[in-house]
């Protein structure tokens, strides 16, 4: 699992078994992601953790 929000961040998200964009993200890691979780103010990161792990 790989999560991200930017640019910089579409290649992990491809590359992995679990692609998790954020809810702030940009539109292009969106629609790659296999999962879109909160937002950073929202605690996504740990969102997206406790449900998958």
């Known amino acids: 699992m790989a999560c991200g929000d ?18 702030n993200a940009i539109d292009d890691v969106k629609n790659i992601a ?4 909160k937002d ?3 605690d996504g990161i740990a969102y997206v953790i406790n449900k998958f792990i």
């Open 6 to 23: 930017g640019d910089n961040d579409l290649a992990m998200i491809e590359y992995v078994g679990l692609g998790v964009a954020m809810e």
């Open 34 to 37: 296999q999962f879109i979780t």
């Open 40 to 42: 950073c103010d929202e």
